[in-house]
C-alpha cells in the first residue's frame, strides 16, 4: 500500500529568491502548546545581521498543532506528514527544504534566550575547523542539562547524566568529565564529542556530508552524527553563551507503560550500536558481548522498575 503523501504548506514570502543565513527545522507531535510558543520565542529572539526562516515539519499530531501553527504563524514553511516518521526522517525532510547556508536543528519544546542562534552562527563561522555547534540547554529553573559530553564510557552506565548515584555525587571525576561541567563553567566554546540535536547548527555541506540524521536511529542519532563528522576531521563545539531553555520531554506527555518500554529498549540499543560503531567492535570481539550483556541488563532493571509505576493508557 503506497503511503500518503505529506500535506505541504510553504509560503513564498517576498525576497524569498535570496538566500537566508540559516534555516531553523522543527520537529513536532501532539506538542500544540509548545511548538507555538517556540515559535512565538523564535521571533522574538534578537537576530543581529541575520536573515533566517522557521521550517515546521509536523510527524502526524492528532492535536491541534498543524491548524495553530499555520493560522498563527503563516509565514512558517510547514510540512504536515500523515503520520509519523520519526526524528530523523523528518529533520532530514526539513534540511531539503532549506534556504539556508546553515541548518539549526530545534526541538520543539525549548525557549530562545537573546541571540542564541545567531550567536552559534557566529561562532561556527569563527572556527571553520569545527562541523557542528552545539547551544547549552538548560532547565526552567536555569540549571544545565549539559548538552556537550564526552562519549560514553563503561563509567557512564552507572553515573551517567540522570543516574541516582550522579545524583548524589554529581561532580565526581568520571561525572565532571563525561558532561563537561569545568568546560561550561569557563563559559567559552569548547570542544565535544558530541552535542545534544535538541538545538545543533551545522553548516548544508557539512550536514549532508554524512548524509544528513542516521534514519535508522532514534536515541543516540546525534551521538553518531556527530561521531561521523568528527571522521570527516570536524570538530564539535559546545557554546556555553549560546542558551535555550529547553522542556526536555515535556511535549509528549506522560508516557504509559508501553510507550515507556519501546524508549527503553530503544535507548539500549541505540546505545548498543552506537558504541560498537565508534570503538570498531566487530562480532568477533568480545567486549562487544560484555557491553551488550551490561546494557541488556541495565535495560532489564529499568524496565522491571517502571513496570509497576508507569501508567497503563
Known sequence: M??????ITLPVPEGSAERVDV???????????????????????????????IIYIDNGSKDDSVRQVSTLHPDVRLVANPDNRGYCPAANQGARLARGAYLYFLNDDTLIEADAIARSMRT???HPEAGVVGSRLLNLDGTDQWSGRRFPSVWSAFL????WLTRFMPNVAPVADYLCKDEVARGEPFEADWVSAAAMIISQRDFWSVGGFAEDYYYWHEAVFCDRMRGKQKKVLLDPQSKIVHYEGKGSGKRTYPVLRWHILDF????FRCFCEHYGLTR??????????????????????????????
Open 2 to 7: 503506497q503511503a500518503a503523501s505529506p500535506t
Open 23 to 53: 534555516s531553523i527545522v522543527l520537529v513536532g507531535l501532539n506538542a500544540c502548546k509548545y511548538i507555538v510558543d517556540c515559535i512565538v520565542s523564535l521571533k522574538g529572539a534578537q537576530w543581529p545581521d541575520c536573515r533566517y526562516e
Open 124 to 126: 561556527l563561522k569563527a
Open 160 to 163: 551517567g547524566r540522570r543516574s
Open 268 to 271: 539500549h540499543r541505540g546505545a
Open 284 to 313: 568477533a570481539n568480545p567486549v562487544r558481548w560484555v557491553v551488550g550483556a551490561g546494557l541488556a541488563t541495565r535495560a532489564g532493571l529499568l524496565l522491571a522498575g517502571n513496570y509497576f509505576t508507569a501508567p497503563r493508557a
